[in-house]
Nanobody, 126 residues
Framework: QVQLVESGGGLAQAGDSLRLSCVDG????????MGWFRQVPGKERDFVAA????????IYGNSVKGRFTVSRDNSKNTLYLQMNSLKPEDTAVYFCAARNPRNMGMWYDSSAYDYWGQGTQVTVSS
């Protein structure tokens, strides 16, 4: 069973850095493509980044390219999102998600993910 728990959110100022973590309490973390999405009230959930099960491939949303880095440590069942040069528009609830290998959906599509964490709030002030 997949159980995703995010942490590391909080308050930051523009230009600051934060690192989010997502721990999977299950036993199948190393087989899943993992993704990060974010959502603000009244809007759809937006793609942030994703990483292959092996860690050898990553993709990013256009708004975070060059500033955010996704990584994973399969020995610790943990997914990370290093967020640098934060902007006020990065303010959102950030969710990690796991994509079952049998799911053929695109990595940037939230419907391609089978399991979700509860989210962690990131607030960036100007």
């Amino acid at each position: 069973q997949v159980q995703l728990v995010e942490s590391g959110g909080g308050l930051a100022q523009a230009g600051d850095s934060l690192r989010l973590s997502c721990v999977d309490g299950g036993r199948t973390f190393s087989t899943f493509t993992m993704g990060w999405f974010r959502q603000v009230p009244g809007k759809e959930r937006d793609f942030v980044a994703a990483i292959a099960w092996s860690g050898d491939r990553t993709i990013y949303g256009n708004s975070v390219k060059g500033r955010f880095t996704v990584s994973r440590d399969n020995s610790k069942n943990t997914l990370y999102l290093q967020m640098n040069s934060l902007k006020p528009e990065d303010t959102a609830v950030y969710f990690c998600a796991a994509r079952n290998p049998r799911n053929m959906g695109m990595w940037y599509d939230s419907s391609a993910y089978d399991y979700w964490g509860q989210g962690t709030q990131v607030t960036v002030s100007s």
